[in-house]
């Protein structure tokens, strides 16, 4: 005859990590895809944006004090269009992917002016939009709608980068200052205007390569760099 053992104990819990086990045993993990190939965007746009736009606006002011007698405006197409206005559209996409809207905006506004000027200076240069070969209030007046629709742009841009160290508010202020002697030029025939313009224009290209030092010194590991850039105007 046998006996029976009968047990009042209830089995043992598992544990999870043979809850674990026994989960992937039944539904395994899918194989991990391999990582996706990709440009990993860093940095500092700057570094790039700053010494592109100085180049440009050096070449500009210096077409126009007539510094060189041999050089005229058309001179700086190469510069202003395929240099300075190209690669701040780079730069502008660079500072959108990683989420710096301030500095995209900035980039892709001056981008816009130096690709129009550009365009500009070689479409009158070569008549392409039937201006040159009319007369030469027609030439006179579409130069001038273009220093006022840029100076208004630049104007309000002027509003939100105060907020930013005092040297980029300067430069823009002196860029709205260049394109109202520029439009004031253009409406008077005086060119005077334009040339005092042209000075101008040289005083911001040299803030731009100022600001260029900081931030290159900056990248480099300074604990001060120099020179300094200001302090924002408004907190």
């Not at 840029?150 to 005092?166: N, Q, S």
Request: hydrophobic fraction near 55%; aromatic fraction near 8%.
């Amino acid at each position: 005859m046998s006996h029976e053992v009968h047990s009042n104990e209830s089995p043992a819990t598992p544990s999870a990590h043979e809850v674990r086990t026994m989960v992937e045993r039944e539904h395994p993990p899918a194989p991990e895809a391999p990582p996706e190939a990709g440009v990993a965007a860093g940095g500092d746009p700057l570094i790039v944006a700053l010494p592109i736009f100085a180049v440009g606006s050096l070449a500009l002011g210096v077409a126009l004090i007539g510094a060189l007698p041999a050089v005229t405006l058309g001179s700086v197409i190469p510069i202003v269009l395929l240099g300075t206005g190209l690669f701040l559209g780079v730069v502008t996409v660079w500072a959108a992917a990683l989420g710096q809207t301030m500095v995209a905006g900035i980039t892709g506004t001056f981008s816009g002016f130096w690709l129009s000027l550009g365009a500009l200076l070689l479409g009158l240069t070569h008549d392409w939009y039937g201006i040159a070969g009319t007369n030469a209030a027609a030439v006179s007046g579409t130069q001038e709608l273009f220093f006022i629709a840029w100076g208004c742009l630049f104007l309000f841009l002027l509003i939100p980068v105060l907020r930013l160290p005092a040297i980029y508010p300067a430069i823009v202020g002196l860029v709205v200052v260049a394109l109202a002697l520029g439009a004031a030029s253009a409406h008077t025939g005086n060119a005077t205007l334009l040339k005092v313009a042209g000075y101008v224009v040289l005083v911001f290209a040299f803030l731009g390569f100022c600001a260029f030092v900081n931030v290159g010194l900056t990248a480099m590991g300074a604990k001060r760099p120099s020179p300094p850039l200001g302090a924002p105007l408004i907190s």
